[in-house]
């Protein structure tokens, strides 16, 4: 299997493809579970941006064969916020500034302008020169360092990527779920349809499910229609899921 993160929907310039790796992967249920990054890292992945799934089944006589389509990711906010914090945590608060230095010496008074002549009787005489100014008094010394703040808090991991397909028959509308395994949290998710006429189908919902206002979800739904008689069909849902603690 190979699977492989795009930046477009159909491009297939070497440059639209941000990421893949390849795996050997036994098929004993329509139920695909697999961990992405083990085999080809997703550290240099921005997912920040837009990006479309893609998996790839390679067949016995080594062709390769599309599962799907390519799936656009549908980011929650709560995974937005854990992919910006993903490489480090917030700067700690500032250290309190350390004491002010002793204050340097008072420098020397200049001297005394000489006194002017006494003037005949009349008017007074002009007013003496100032004199120097004394040279400045040497630098007080630095005050310490404060103390580092917190480290931040770390950011998510052991991303994987869960799927499940409902029945494939006539009945419409159709609904499939899918959960994340061992208390991870959804990072994003998406839905297809396959084995159906061309334009014959239309995803109605895809949204996360399992959270609420305090906590962030646990996986993915996904609702699709079909017009009457256009054949049998099914809808695929999967789960980005990912260790956020």
């Known amino acids: 299997m190979v699977f492989s993160l795009w930046l477009t929907e159909t491009g297939t310039l070497p440059a639209d493809e941000v990421w893949s790796e390849t795996k050997s992967i036994e098929l004993k249920s329509a139920t695909l579970k697999t961990y992405l990054g083990n085999t ?12 479309w ?5 390679i067949k016995s006589n080594g062709t390769p064969v599309l599962v799907g389509k390519r799936d656009r990711f549908a980011i929650v906010p709560y995974a937005i916020s854990a992919l910006a914090a993903g490489e480090m945590g917030p700067t700690g ?8 230095g002793a204050k340097g010496a008072t420098g020397a008074t200049g001297p005394t302008g000489a006194t002017g002549s006494n003037g005949t009787n009349g008017a007074q005489g002009p007013t003496g020169p ?6 400045t008094g040497s630098a007080g010394a630095t005050g310490a360092t404060g103390p580092t703040g917190p480290t931040g808090p770390a950011g998510i991991s052991g991303l994987v990527v869960v799927t499940n397909t409902s029945p494939s028959n006539t009945t419409t509308p159709k609904t499939a779920a899918v959960i994340c395994p061992d208390s991870k949290k959804a990072v994003g998710g998406g839905g297809s349809v396959t084995g159906s006429v061309d ?9 996360p499910t399992g959270g609420d206002a305090s906590n962030p979800p646990t996986g993915w739904e996904v609702t699709a229609i079909q017009n009457p008689f256009q054949g049998d069909w099914s809808v695929i849902a999967y789960v980005i899921c990912a260790d956020t603690n």
């Open 40 to 51: 080809a890292p997703l550290d240099a992945v921005d997912f920040s941006q837009q990006l």
């Open 53 to 57: 799934v893609q998996v790839v089944r």
């Open 93 to 100: 608060p500032t250290g309190a500034t350390g004491p002010t």
């Open 130 to 135: 100032t004199g120097l100014t004394g040279a």
């Open 199 to 207: 334009n014959a189908t239309a995803i109605q919902k895809s949204y």
